[in-house]
């Protein structure tokens, strides 16, 4: 994701991106990629107790405790996003998804159900369509330490 964002910026087909990362992870490895990137905002909703422990400094981080259910994290990604969209006017979205938000997930740590995770999918997509924006949606992996 971060060659095709930057491959999109320097060839002018984007010129605002914003980097939406809802894997249970930080999304420190973006973070840290593109913290001198104004033209790129990186925006994360993850467990606040896993992986990593040290988090980076994202330009927007939502941090959440272990146990948090699906009205907490929806709420909370329809409070932020559509008004993230109207305030960093991207012209572009990268999507990190993932399933490890939910509770069957034995190393998550969050307990989202299956319908919650399938709505902020859908509430994601409808943001995108509703403001017009092309998005690339990857799952988010993550490395764990032996």
């Given at each position: ?30 973070a ?54 109207q ?46 924006l ?13």
């Amino acid at each position: 994701m971060g060659v095709a964002a930057h491959y999109l910026l320097e060839t002018g087909q984007a010129r605002k991106i914003l980097v939406i990362d809802l894997d249970v992870h930080q999304g420190n490895g973006t973070a840290v990629m593109f913290q001198q990137e104004p033209r790129v905002f990186t925006f994360s909703m993850h467990g606040k107790d896993n992986y990593p422990l040290k988090k980076e400094q994202s330009d927007l981080d939502i941090d959440f405790p272990t146990g948090t259910e699906d009205e907490l994290y929806l709420n909370t990604l329809y409070d932020t996003l559509p008004g993230l969209i109207q305030r960093e006017k991207p012209d572009f979205l990268f999507y990190v998804s993932g399933v490890d938000i939910l509770a069957s997930d034995r190393l998550g740590k969050l307990s989202i159900s299956r319908e919650g995770c399938k709505e902020r999918d859908l509430f994601v997509f409808e943001q995108a369509i509703k403001n017009g924006l092309p998005i690339v949606v990857s799952m988010g992996a993550a490395t764990h330490p032996a």
